[in-house]
């Protein structure tokens, strides 16, 4: 006899016994990696279904890459919690969820005041077939023009607004913290340029900066 196969129907949301969580569409969850040496997988739920009787659930989820998944590797720039949305779609048994996770923007991950385990962010979609990301450009820093890696500590010149590793400057991350006024390179020789020039002037405005920041 011809085997048929059982309609399927969508499920708004479902709750995971084994994590004691209900999950739906839209969520962010880790899942059980095949080679159990790997962090978990982070992925998208886009659809859950199950069989005629709410069994064998299965969710559809869209990948998100760990940079070390994707062709190019991980660079240096990539954060620790760093996560490309791929293009990549799978079918997955619901038993595999192992919690629920989030996935920040790039700007509101930089906004946490503590990250978690389970925080992670996102700042580029991931084309898995050709290993082009989107966008392909994004705003560089500092002298070694890097783009920002959140993990890092900068610091910020009051001349020209622009970041900086504390290596890049030749100084240490304690050194770093420390100060209370900074001025990259360029600019201090720029404003040495202007002391000069207004030698004469009664007095130099005395302009209130902010003390050293942290892109965090
Ligand atoms: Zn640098
Ligand atoms: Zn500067």
Redesign the pocket.
Known sequence: MAKTKAPRRTLDSYSVKHINRTVKPGDCVLMRPSDTGKPSYVARIERIEADSRGANVKVHVRWYYRPEESIGGRRQFHGSKEVFLSDHHDVQSADTIEGKCTVHSFKSYTKLDAVGNDDFFCRFEYNSATGAFNPDRVAV????E?PYNPDDLMVQCEGCSDW??P??IEMTPEEAKRLDHFFCESCSSESQKKLQNSHNASRISDTKVDTKRRRR
Do not use: P
């Open positions: 820093y500092c002298k070694c890097m900086f590793h290596a890049c």
